[in-house]
């Protein structure tokens, strides 16, 4: 992810993100596209027998991106990269953000969660996410240690038969926008689903996940996306095996 190209097509433009490019800066006037503010769901209760445990859940903005110029929408072969470089390009130009989502109970006896990510677009516009993952790297530069994180795939996975993206990359849309999210399950909210039977309570009080999520390059021009306020909105959702479920709404 070196930089942003501009390619004209009569008066518009399209954005995309290429690795090893010699880049044109683009500013994007007026775009202003959601980011997710922590708004979460405290204090539900998860039912559990004879004994009730609280179950939390708390959403924090890991990127520094600034969104004053909106995000470029990115191709998802980037993702690799965009994860390793904190979303922006050599220009300062931002294609993602990334969050991390914690889970927490007070609960003596362990049970098991799903997470789904579920994601309500703007007409014309198509989002993605991913799971990704912290490393603690040393900055070639200053030497000094810093966190970049990492999807569980590279791009030239894309290129492999035997590479389904669609296990890794998904576009939160809820097959039933009007059922009930307790009912969200693997096979009906496939591409929702963000973690899957993450063991909390006992001695694991609490958990962490990443997630990444970007504006979908569809290959066509996305001139349109320019000033668009809240691009899309999204709720995270964790849910157990009893059917209880905790949720946090992003706008």
């Known amino acids: 992810m070196k930089g942003i190209v501009a390619l004209k ?20 006037i007026g775009a202003t596209f ?21 179950f939390s859940l708390a959403v924090t903005r890991i990127t520094t991106v600034d969104m004053a110029y ?7 072969s980037e993702a690799p990269h965009a994860g390793e470089q904190l979303c922006f390009d050599d220009y300062g130009n931002a294609g993602c953000q990334i969050y ?18 579920v994601l309500t677009n703007k007409e014309g516009v198509s989002a993605r996410f991913t799971r990704v993952y912290p490393e603690n790297v040393e900055d070639s530069t200053t030497g ?37 999210l307790t009912a969200l399950n693997h096979n009906n ?11 909390i309570g006992g001695d694991r009080k609490s958990f962490e996940v990443y997630a990444m999520i970007w504006v979908y390059d569809d290959g ?3 001139d349109y996306l ?12 964790f849910n157990t095996a009893q059917g209880n479920e905790i949720k946090a709404t992003f706008d």
């Open 100 to 117: 991390k989502i914690t889970v927490s109970t007070d609960s003596d006896d362990p049970f098991f969660v799903d997470g789904y990510l």
């Open 226 to 237: 320019q000033g668009m306020e809240l691009a899309y909105t999204g709720l995270a959702v």
């Open 34 to 54: 959601a980011y997710f503010a922590a708004n979460a769901t405290d204090d539900s209760t998860v039912n559990g027998g004879t004994y009730s445990t609280n």
């Open 220 to 222: 066509d021009a996305q």
């Open 70 to 76: 909106g995000l470029v929408p990115m191709k998802n």
């Open 144 to 180: 000094e240690s810093k966190t970049i994180y990492k999807t569980s795939y590279t791009k030239a996975d894309f290129s492999s038969d035997t590479f389904f993206e669609e296990d890794v990359i998904k576009d939160g849309v809820i097959s039933d926008p009007a059922s009930d």
């Open 9 to 28: 097509s009569g008066n518009k433009r399209m954005f995309y993100f290429f690795v090893g490019c010699l880049a044109l800066s683009i500013v994007i």
């Open 189 to 199: 909210n496939f591409n929702c689903l963000l973690l899957e039977n993450e063991k």
